[in-house]
């Protein structure tokens, strides 16, 4: 049960590193005008990803400094979830699986 659980984390830290590498992707298309934002889907989906990462970015962006139009909080949060994934795997290695 425990293992189980280990691995639900594992899998929602997984799907949240795919979404920030989503969002990167989408908000660099639109800052190159390779997609418009004038369509509905592309504002809803821009609006999706920004309100699931802007709180994640927020204490990073305070902490790190300004390197002009570059922002590396993206990369910071993927490097913290990254090691949280590792620290969650050693967890769930120590709790062993269980048959109950």
């Known amino acids: 049960?425990?293992?189980a659980l280990f691995s639900i984390?594992?899998?929602?830290?997984?799907?949240?590193?795919?979404?920030?590498i989503a969002q990167v992707i989408v908000s660099w298309l639109v800052a190159f005008n390779v997609i418009n934002t004038s369509s509905g889907?592309?504002?809803?989906?821009l609006d999706?990803?920004?309100?699931?990462?802007?709180?994640l970015y927020r204490?990073?962006?305070?902490?790190?400094?300004?390197?002009?139009?570059?922002?590396?909080?993206?990369?910071?949060?993927?490097?913290?979830i990254q090691i949280l994934r590792k620290?969650?795997?050693g967890l769930a290695l120590e709790a062993g699986p269980t048959l109950t």
């Open 1 to 3: 049960m425990l293992y």
């Open 9 to 20: 984390i594992d899998m929602i830290l997984q799907v949240l590193v795919w979404i920030i």
């Open 41 to 45: 889907f592309v504002r809803t989906l």
């Open 48 to 55: 999706v990803l920004e309100r699931i990462t802007a709180p």
């Open 59 to 80: 204490p990073i962006r305070k902490i790190m400094p300004d390197f002009g139009g570059i922002d590396f909080s993206p990369i910071v949060l993927i490097l913290a």
């Open 87 to 89: 620290v969650n795997a």
